[in-house]
């Protein structure tokens, strides 16, 4: 029930683009339970809300190295795709 309300209250704050309280929310969480897959793809969102992809991908993958689960799967294989993604015209003026 404890976690259920810290999803719930860190979630709202990514959706506000209250990214620095979600991040704090995360840090002390993360300290009273740091095997939660959950909590790690929840930072790994804020990451993108930041544009921080080295972050992201990171918590996405520790997401998925302590329990697979979908959604950290597919934003990782996102971020993966935004780092390999370039526009050749840019390079052939």
Request: net charge negative; glycine share 2%.
């Amino acid at each position: 029930m404890i976690l259920h309300k810290t999803y719930t209250s860190i979630k709202q704050a990514i959706t506000n683009n209250n990214i620095e309280d979600a991040l704090m929310q995360l840090e002390s969480s993360l300290q009273n339970y740091p095997d939660d897959a959950n909590l790690y793809y929840l930072k790994g969102l804020a990451h993108i809300k930041l544009s921080q992809w080295h972050d992201a991908l990171s918590c996405f993958k520790t997401s998925e190295h302590i329990n697979y689960n979908e959604a950290a799967s597919a934003s990782r294989v996102m971020v993966e795709r935004i780092f390999n993604f370039y526009n050749k015209d840019m390079y052939n003026p």
